[in-house]
Each structure stands twice: as structure tokens, then as C-alpha cells.
């Protein structure tokens, strides 16, 4: 049962993962190009000083992907779940109700995890091409606390498409905005390294708010 | 089955309301023996999906209580749910999947799952087994609806509104199908639909519901036997009979008909007592549709 | 799970409002207070503030003092209107004894500033490092960071090619060692840029809180130990780097003393009291005259006049930071606020503060309609007294959840 769950959000979301999957990988690219270029035309010691002296780890153009590619996946593997209301086919399946919704959140995080560990990958793979460790390990430690927004927007945003009153979803709306607003606040270089295990947990903990919404809609509340 | 057995769905003092406002029905009571097939009857609005939500634990009721199987609809076991069959307003089904990807994943969570029902009937489709859902006419999408339900093999099948937007061949088709599957399996069915026709040839018993109350709860057979239409003909000029016996009274021209569940004699006395003058009073024989109506009223 | 769920929402509104309600009321609601600009005047022994346009003279109070015209503020004030005095033809040859013109004037002056945002933050692991002598006359650009390891050696790196260069890295680790370096580096301090009249190189602070000062010259090592009077230790290290080549930075110990490193490792306190750099924003305007040093933080402004030469203090002003009107208001209605950064640092943290007992009272008020709303809406009595217990704690940040998300 729980593979067939898995297999039925697969089939929701493969069409948006590899489109996120390929969006996030050409921003990858076009970061490393950028780089690139820098290295070619003015040295790779202008990327070194540039990164310890401007704080500049060449990655704030992806600032905001990690969270855009997080909501277009909650959209898709969400929307067909409220359209229609055939939330109600998946609720009525002969499994537990509570893991049957922890189940479907965790495949979008798979997915996530997937498309985030690959575009950070290829990002350090290259960074660690003319950098030293300390350098690369900064980018990567400065990226994080986006991909843990990503991760967090994406929980919000299911409980908003799970929410089935449309008041509900400008309240759940605004709370997620609050709650991503801390991953973005500060823009220095490794600014989040001892906020960020308390993120992470707060970020899971958001996946809480689909669970209202689904208690919301057993319910039957409307607007 | 026996009488002592339990009954399939017990709903008990059911009330519920449109948020604080309209009632929708009070106090609502009725059971569901096992291998009974009971429709619900309603106007749009009256609470028809309403009930099938409460019943399958998609609303909290206002007050009273509901039970499936024995357990509280609201806090069902998985078991139980496997136990019955939900056909959602207008066939919804996840519509993302083909034929064969939808037919192995409910096989994966029902153990009586019957892999040829469902096949035998999207055999008559003649659709690929890689055509999705979403790209099939909604007669197709209710015939895989209905195919899964068959292969279910559930004790209880619920069907919200299941002829919504099906030609007549396609509703004929579904009744069909699911007649001689619910008689030869001894199956209960609890249903709801707008086109009262396709409900007569495949219900027991009926609920009618009007805005705020029961009109009815009975067996089919016994309102066909005593729910009357009664026609006469009545100067332009004379009353309308005003009795609660008597509902809907209507007239065309000098032509009048009356509905109730009171015999000949005792709607010529109520005339006879209002000092309507009547002649060429007689009974007109009605389908379930015609009793709905009458009972409903047409507007 | 449907409990806890519940709970959860209701704490990331409570939180969420505590982070949006101030900041919104602060955005509405600008206090519109601001701090004057003020100088002192090597002549007249006067703090002179000017704020849009206008000048005065600040009494040792506080309080606004004499006004001052354009022309006389510029003639009060010579070490920074001595422009518009050569213009008019007002710089005398010389004032208080010493020789001033423009030249001298512009050579001399110099601003150096510490803010607690640029200390607090996460240093890179590898440090750039310039070469204090070039072939050439201009600075070039490093051409090697170097790390510190955990076994006391330093590591130089060339950024050509991300390798170890092992001799300069032999070379610095032994005169490390020699010199007595304890690893790991506590503190250190360099100004890594080309564009500067010298380079002092790095202040660096060691285990033990001895300071040292460390260049690259030709490719060889040099490093210093900077005596530090008795048994001061040091705490923090600022290099500057000003065109009269004086000084090459000051230090910090552990008890907030300040003192000025000159460039022959001359070490002389400077007397403006206690400065923490993690703290406090520190702007000294120096000139031939005087120091004029401000160090602000969340409680006060301090102007402090210290003497160029020996350091000592001359004259100081202090003002208090005050809570505005609006700021005062807004105590009365949040018992405390939500921030994940600050001005002081650039880190990104759970900041619960402005903690406001003021604000019990409304608190109390809105337990008393929470505990009247909760039993018109029949919940259970657990939930009212929970509810109205938390909403006596946190107030209106868990009032309006209570009251719309019901």
C-alpha cells in the first residue's frame, strides 16, 4: 500500500519534478557559467577576493529558487487532491488517515531533497574545482538556509491547497510569509550556521499545518 | 441476513444546517439493512450529498449519530473503510492516472480486489489501457468509476449522484451493471441521484427529502402502493382542497389533481367537507418519478 | 495529532504576530527622532551640533545651547570646515600653536570606524594576505590565502591553482613557533585592499591574549610581539591604517580598556572609558587637534575628546538613548517583540526581546474577553483557563489567533 501511495504521488508530480529538476540544474549551470566567465576574463583570483572580501559566494541570483520550485511542486502534487474534492477518494483508502497524509508530504520531500541535492551538488562540485574546502563549504552552508525555506514553503503551501476554506488559505497564506521570512533575512555569508538545525525542525514542524487543513476538511468546514 | 443482524448503516436524530441557518433536516433517522439497496431523493439543495459526506465522515453532523458497520463514521478503521465502496459526485477519479495504473493501485489496498470485473467492463470501453482518465468522456470516466467499484467487491457501496452529466445509454449501462452486481452479491447499497427514473428500476427503499424535512421514508414498493394521485375536474372558480393530507394541489383549467396517501374515499369526504364541487374523480397510475413530483411539488 | 497540529498553528500565528504587529507599528508609526550631529571645537572647548542646517552650542546638559551662524561654526570647527575658511580666506597659518593648512589638514584628518555588525559575523577559514613591500610601487592584489591548522601551523594556498605552498607555509609556521604563537587565534584584524597608504599587515591575538602583528615582506615572514602594558590581555584587534603611518590599530582587552598601537609597537592607552567593539559603534574623527571619538550603543552616545598626542580625555558628552513617544505606547500593547537580526550583528537568530511588564495590564483586559468569547463559544473549561493563561503571557499575539482562527 504505502508503494502504491508513493507510486500515486509519483504520477501527480514527475511532470513538474522534471521540470523543476531541469530548472534548477540550468540555474545551476548559468551560476557555474557565470563563475566561469568571471575566472576567464578577470582571474580566479578575482572570485577569491570577491568572495572574502565582498562576502559575494556567487549564488544570491538562486536565492528564491529553492522556495519556487517548492511551491510548483506542492501546487501539482496538491491541486488535484482539492479539485473536485478528490481528497475524499484518498481519504477513504483502507489506511491510516494520519500516515496516508504523512506518506504523500514525504514523497514531495524526496523530491525536494533530490532536486536541491543535485543543484547543490553541482554547484559544489565546481566551486571545489578552484576553491578551497573553507571557501566551498561556505557556499554550500550559505545556500542552505534556502533550501530549508524551499522545504518549509513547500509544507505551507500544501496546507494552503489542502485547506478547503478560502479564508483559512489568506490566513495560512500570510502565516507562511511570516514563517519564511527569517530564511531571507539576513543576507551575510554563513549568518545562519547555528540558527539553522532550529530552522530545520521548524521547517518540518510546518508540515503540522497540512494536517489542520486535512482535519479541516474531515470536518467539513466551508466558508 | 436476519432481522437481529445489525443493521449495515445506522443514522440516529441526524441534524444539520447550513452553518447557523437553514436547517436541512431534523432529527433524521433511518438504517440500512444488509443487501438492501436505499436511495435518497431530493430536489438540488435539499442535502443529498450532504448525507454522504456525514455518512463518509466528510462533515462533522450538527448533532446525532452514524454508524457503518458498527463503527462511529467518525473515527472508521481502515478495515472498515475497505469495506466500502465510494462513488464521488460526478465519477471523480484521480483523472492523472491511465486505466491500468488505476486498476493496480486500488488493487494494492483491497484484498477482494476482482481484476477481471474491472477489466471486463473496460473491455467495452474500447479504450487503450494507457489512456488517462482526464482525456475520456465523462460517460467513459463513470464506466471506469463503476468498474472499480465492481472490482472492490465491497459490502456497501456508496453512490453520490452517480447519473451527474451521463447520457441515457451510459445511465442505463451503470444501473444495469450495478443491479445485477448488488442483487447477485447481496450487496447494500446507499445512493443518491437527481434522475428519479434510473432509481426506480434499482432501489428498495427510499428517503425523499424536501428543504428542511422528510417527505418520506419507505419502501419503494409500499409509497408506489400508497402515495395517490387523485384527478377531477372542479369549476375554474372553485377552491383548491387545504388539508395536510392533501399535498400539492394543483389545476389546469377545470382539470384538478391532488396527491396522498389517503384512500379514494377519504379525499372525496375532505372535498365533500370543504364543499369543493367535484365529478370524473379517479385515480392516475404514477412512476416513481411522478410520485417524486407530486410529493416535491414542481417548483 | 489533530491536538498538536492545532497547537502548532496557533503558536506560529502567536509568532508570527510578534515578529509582523511591531514592525508594522513601527513602520506606521515613525518616532522621527534624531540624533543631531556633534562635533567639538578645539577653540572654544564647546560641543557644537548641527542638524539641518542649523548649529548650536550643547550645554554640558544636554540642552540646546547658543545658536551658531554658518561663519562662526566653520571658524569653531577649523579641522573640518577648513576648506570653506582657505576659500574665504579665514585658515590662519596656524591655531593653538600648531601649523595648519590645507594640505596638512587633509593629511592629518582621518576617520576610522568599528561597528559591532562587521565584528559579530562568520569569518571565511582562509585569510588573504598582502605583500607589504612590492616590487612596484602600488599594492598589488594577494596572490595566496593561508588557513591555520589544527596543529598550530599555517597553511598558505595559492589562488592560481588551489594548492599548498609548502615552503611559505615551513617558512611562517616555524617563525610562528619561534615566536611563541599559542594556536588557536583568538581574535585578528587586517584591512585587505590595495587601496591604502601602507599596510600594516595583521593584528593577530593569540590563545593567551598576546598580540602580534604579522606581514608578509619580500615572501618572508615577519611577526612581531607587541608588549602589552602589565598583564593586560588582549581581547579584540582593529587595524587602521591612516596616510601619517602613526598607528597601525588598536586593541581591546579583556576589560574594555582601549588602547592605541603605534606604528614603532607603542601601546598607550586611550582614555574613553569602556568599549566593547561587539557592542558598540565606534567613530573616531581625528585630526591634528583632537580625537573626537563616538561610541554608540542601545543605552547611550558618548563623545569623547581625546588628546591626539597622549590620548587622554579632554572632554566628553554622553546622551542617553531615550524610548520615543511611539516607542513608549508600544510597550503598553506588546509585551515583547520577535526579531531575527539586529544592527549589532550579522547573524540570523531567534531574538525575543523588548520585554514589557507595561503591557500586563492590556494583557489582563484581553485574558478577560478571551475567558468571556471562549464560553460563548462553549469550549471546554481546560481550554478557556489554557487560553487565558496564555493570552495573560503574550497578549494580543495570541488574542487575535484565538479570536479568527477559532
Given amino acids: ?223 | 441476513m436476519t432481522t437481529n443482524d445489525p443493521p449495515v448503516i445506522s443514522v440516529k436524530n441526524l441534524t444539520q444546517r447550513y452553518g447557523k441557518g437553514r436547517v436541512i433536516y431534523e432529527n433524521l433517522s433511518f438504517d440500512v439493512p444488509q443487501g438492501r439497496i436505499l436511495g435518497l431523493l431530493g430536489k438540488n439543495g435539499t442535502g443529498k450529498t450532504t448525507t454522504i459526506n456525514i455518512l463518509m465522515g466528510y462533515l462533522r453532523p450538527q448533532s446525532g449519530t452514524c454508524r457503518i458497520f458498527g463503527e462511529d463514521i467518525t473515527r472508521m478503521s481502515p478495515a472498515a473503510r475497505a469495506r466500502i465502496a465510494l462513488l464521488l459526485e460526478g465519477h471523480v477519479q484521480y483523472s492523472f492516472m491511465t486505466i491500468s495504473q488505476i486498476e493496480k493501485f486500488y488493487s494494492r489496498f483491497y484484498q477482494k480486489w476482482n481484476r477481471d470485473a474491472y477489466y471486463g467492463l473496460m473491455k467495452k470501453l474500447r479504450v487503450s489501457d494507457r489512456q488517462r482518465i482526464s482525456t475520456m468522456s465523462c460517460g467513459q470516466r463513470s464506466q471506469v468509476a463503476l468498474g472499480l467499484i465492481l472490482a472492490q467487491n465491497a459490502d456497501l457501496l456508496v453512490l453520490d449522484d452517480f447519473s451527474l452529466g451521463l447520457d441515457p445509454g451510459y445511465r442505463r449501462l451503470f444501473v444495469d451493471y450495478l443491479r445485477e452486481f448488488a442483487r447477485a452479491e447481496d450487496k447494500t447499497v446507499f445512493m443518491t441521484s437527481h434522475i428519479i427514473q434510473d432509481m426506480e428500476r434499482l432501489i428498495d427503499d427510499c428517503i425523499i427529502l424536501d428543504y428542511g424535512k422528510i417527505l418520506a421514508q419507505m419502501p419503494v414498493e409500499k409509497l408506489m402502493r400508497t402515495f395517490t394521485k387523485y384527478v377531477y375536474l372542479s369549476p375554474e372558480d372553485a377552491p383548491l382542497p387545504a388539508d395536510e393530507a392533501i399535498v400539492n394541489p394543483a389545476r389546469v383549467r377545470k382539470s384538478c389533481e391532488v396527491y396522498s396517501f389517503l384512500d379514494a374515499d377519504k379525499v372525496r369526504d375532505i372535498l365533500s367537507a370543504q364543499k369543493i364541487p367535484f365529478e370524473d374523480f379517479h385515480t392516475e397510475k404514477m412512476s416513481l418519478e411522478d410520485v417524486f413530483i407530486g410529493m416535491t411539488g414542481k417548483y | 495529532m489533530k491536538k498538536i497540529s492545532t497547537i502548532f498553528l496557533y503558536l506560529l500565528a502567536t509568532a508570527a504576530l510578534a515578529w509582523a504587529l511591531p514592525w508594522m507599528y513601527n513602520l506606521l508609526l515613525p518616532d522621527g527622532s534624531r540624533v543631531p550631529y556633534i562635533s567639538y571645537s578645539p577653540l572654544s572647548g564647546e560641543f557644537i551640533a548641527t542638524d539641518q542646517g542649523e548649529s548650536w552650542v550643547v550645554n554640558p546638559d544636554g540642552s540646546k545651547g547658543r545658536g551658531v551662524a554658518v561663519a562662526e561654526r566653520d571658524s569653531l570647527l577649523p579641522q573640518q570646515y577648513f576648506v570653506q575658511l582657505s576659500n574665504t580666506g579665514r585658515l590662519p597659518d596656524s591655531i593653538l600653536g600648531r601649523e595648519v593648512s590645507p594640505k596638512i589638514l587633509k593629511n592629518t584628518n582621518f576617520v576610522f570606524r568599528s561597528s559591532p555588525r562587521d565584528v559579530n559575523k562568520r569569518f571565511a577559514d582562509v585569510y588573504m594576505i598582502m605583500e607589504s613591500r612590492p616590487a612596484r610601487v602600488d599594492f598589488e592584489d594577494p596572490k595566496e590565502v593561508f588557513r591555520t591548522t589544527s596543529d598550530g601551523r599555517l597553511e598558505f594556498i595559492r589562488i592560481a591553482d588551489c594548492t599548498v605552498n609548502d615552503d611559505r607555509s615551513a617558512r611562517f609556521s616555524k617563525v610562528f613557533a619561534d615566536r611563541g604563537f599559542a594556536f588557536p587565534m583568538r581574535d585578528f584584524s587586517a584591512n585587505v585592499t590595495t587601496r591604502k597608504p601602507f599596510d600594516a599587515g595583521y593584528l593577530m591575538i593569540d590563545d593567551n591574549g598576546k598580540l602580534y602583528n604579522m606581514l608578509q615582506q619580500a615572501g618572508m615572514p615577519f611577526l612581531k610581539a607587541i608588549q602589552l602594558p602589565g598583564s593586560v590581555k588582549a581581547d579584540k584587534a582593529l587595524v587602521m591604517e591612516n596616510p601619517d603611518g602613526r598607528h597601525i590599530g588598536f586593541v581591546v582587552d579583556t576589560e574594555g580598556t582601549t588602547y592605541v598601537v603605534g606604528s614603532e609597537y607603542d601601546v598607550k592607552r586611550l582614555d574613553i572609558g569602556k568599549f566593547d567593539p561587539r557592542r558598540d559603534n565606534l567613530l573616531i574623527m581625528g585630526s591634528i587637534f583632537n580625537w573626537i571619538v563616538r561610541i554608540a550603543n542601545d543605552d547611550q552616545i558618548a563623545w569623547k575628546v581625546v588628546d591626539p598626542d597622549n590620548y587622554s580625555l579632554v572632554a566628553e558628552f554622553v546622551m542617553p538613548q531615550t524610548q520615543s513617544k511611539i516607542e513608549q505606547i508600544g510597550a503598553y500593547i506588546f509585551p515583547f517583540t520577535i526579531a531575527y537580526d539586529s544592527l549589532n550583528d550579522s547573524f540570523a537568530r531567534l531574538r525575543v526581546e523588548n520585554f514589557s511588564l507595561s503591557a500586563l495590564w492590556l494583557n489582563l483586559v484581553l485574558a478577560l474577553v478571551t475567558v468571556v468569547v471562549m464560553r460563548r463559544r462553549r469550549k471546554q473549561p481546560i481550554a478557556v483557563v489554557a487560553a487565558a493563561a496564555g493570552v495573560l503571557v503574550v497578549g494580543v499575539f495570541l488574542f487575535i489567533p484565538l479570536l479568527t482562527l477559532n
Wanted: aromatic share 12%; glycine share 4%.
Fill in chain 1, 1 to 223: 500500500m504505502t508503494r502504491a501511495i508513493f507510486i500515486k504521488e509519483w504520477l501527480k508530480t514527475r511532470r513538474c519534478f522534471i521540470i523543476c529538476l531541469a530548472l534548477a540544474l540550468c540555474f545551476a549551470a548559468y551560476l557555474i557559467l557565470s563563475m566561469n566567465r568571471v575566472a576567464v576574463n578577470k582571474g580566479v583570483d578575482h572570485i577569491w577576493l570577491i568572495m572574502l572580501m565582498k562576502d559575494n559566494m556567487f549564488v544570491e541570483a538562486m536565492k528564491y529558487l529553492p522556495v519556487v520550485i517548492a511551491v510548483a511542486l506542492a501546487i501539482a502534487q496538491m491541486a488535484p487532491e482539492m479539485s473536485q474534492k478528490r481528497l475524499k477518494l484518498t481519504l477513504h483508502l483502507p489506511y491510516p488517515q494520519t500516515r496516508l497524509v504523512a506518506l504523500m508530504l514525504l514523497t514531495g520531500v524526496v523530491e525536494l531533497l533530490v532536486i536541491y541535492c543535485m543543484q547543490l551538488s553541482a554547484i559544489a562540485i565546481y566551486d571545489s574545482t578552484f576553491l578551497p574546502h573553507e571557501l566551498t563549504s561556505r557556499v554550500v552552508l550559505t545556500t542552505l538556509p534556502w533550501y530549508v525555506a524551499g522545504l518549509t514553503a513547500y509544507f505551507v503551501v500544501s496546507a494552503i491547497c489542502l485547506e478547503c476554506s478560502t479564508k483559512r488559505r489568506v490566513v495560512l497564506g500570510l502565516l507562511g510569509v511570516c514563517a519564511l521570512y527569517p530564511f531571507f533575512v539576513q543576507p551575510a555569508p554563513e549568518a545562519y550556521n547555528c540558527f539553522l538545525p532550529w530552522l530545520v525542525i521548524f521547517g518540518f514542524a510546518t508540515s503540522l499545518l497540512s494536517f489542520c487543513s486535512i482535519y479541516r476538511f474531515k470536518e467539513g468546514v466551508q466558508d
